[in-house]
T-cell receptor
């Protein structure tokens, strides 16, 4: 039983393309997140949704658009991909005040 | 502005000895601290946490110490085992929905 699952695991695409990453959690958590781990291995928060409402929106280019159709799903759509978008993207979920549970990441490579 | 810092990028320890991983933070509003363990190609896994009302929390071989006046926390692993070899991240939260991560310390336990 995978608690937080994200697809795809690997994504290789060319500059300028549009791509999506999907995330689902079966923990019943109210809050979901997207984190980016760049080449320096720094885990940086991008977005957070609580009960389908956007509550955290860090300084992220507006080419990145999260969408939460329900509280168990949080997808990330990226328009006009750039080389600098290459990173590992982690989805996570939590209940208020409790630890984050992470998915296994999506390694995005933009060529 | 990095609010959570792990100044040692790597640490090597002999099997059976103690591993001590350190973390410093700057934001005095942080009151909940966590340690995560990450293996390659997997997401970070929650290890142990501590609230600011405590100065120590223990779970089996893992103990987290918090020194609020120094804005410093540490993770002790005793005894260290080869399976503990991983990247360890500390994280901090001010009980909002935001969790801020350090840059990680790679622990290598030598058999």
């Amino acid at each position: 039983d995978t608690a937080v699952s994200q697809t795809p695991k690997y994504l290789v695409t060319q500059m300028g393309n549009d791509k999506s990453i999907k995330c689902e959690q079966n923990l019943g958590h109210d809050t979901m997140y997207w984190y980016k781990q760049d080449s320096k291995k720094f885990l940086k928060i991008m977005f957070s949704y609580n009960n389908k409402e956007l509550i955290i929106n860090e300084t992220v280019p507006n080419r990145f658009s999260p969408k939460s159709p329900d509280k168990a799903h949080l997808n990330l759509h990226i328009n006009s991909l750039e080389l600098g978008d290459s990173a590992v993207y982690f989805c996570a979920s939590s209940q208020a005040g409790s630890p984050l549970h992470f998915g296994n990441g999506t390694r995005l490579t933009v060529t | 502005d990095q609010q959570v810092k792990q100044n040692s990028p790597s640490l090597s320890v002999q099997e059976g000895r103690i591993s001590i991983l350190n973390c410093d933070y700057t934001n005095s509003m942080f009151d909940y601290f966590l340690w995560y363990k990450k293996y390659p190609a997997e997401g970070p896994t929650f290890l142990i946490s501590i609230s600011s009302i405590k100065d120590k929390n223990e779970d089996g071989r893992f103990t987290v110490f918090l020194n609020k006046s120094a804005k410093h926390l540490s993770l002790h692993i005793v005894p260290s085992q080869p399976g503990d070899s991983a990247v360890y991240f500390c994280a901090a939260s001010d009980r909002t929905y935001k969790y801020i991560f350090g840059t990680g310390t790679r622990l290598k336990v030598l058999a």
